[in-house]
């Protein structure tokens, strides 16, 4: 995670503490959300000698969610743990 990213994650919590943050409802692949999620978390699983499989059901249509929130709930959801 980049510095900028740090920060907005932090302003983000604060805004949320607050009631002032504003999330964008989008048609969003939820998918490709899933998938960068544990792209990315693929190299902290591997120095531990962890790995994961994915399983998906590829004809999931698109939703309106705001892909910020979701893809912050997979992470947190799925690799709390690790």
């Not at 989008?26 to 994915?54: C, G």
């Not at 309106?64 to 992470?75: G, M």
Request: net charge positive.
């Amino acid at each position: 995670m980049n510095l900028n990213n740090l920060i907005n994650r932090f302003l983000n919590i604060s805004r949320l503490e607050s009631r002032r943050v504003e999330h964008p409802m989008v048609l969003t692949d939820i998918i490709a959300i899933v998938k960068a999620v544990v792209d990315s978390q693929k190299p902290q699983l591997l120095k531990k000698s962890l790995t994961t499989e994915l399983e998906i059901q590829w004809d999931i249509p698109k939703v309106v969610v705001s892909p910020d929130l979701f893809r912050e709930a997979i992470l947190k959801s799925s690799f709390k743990r690790y």
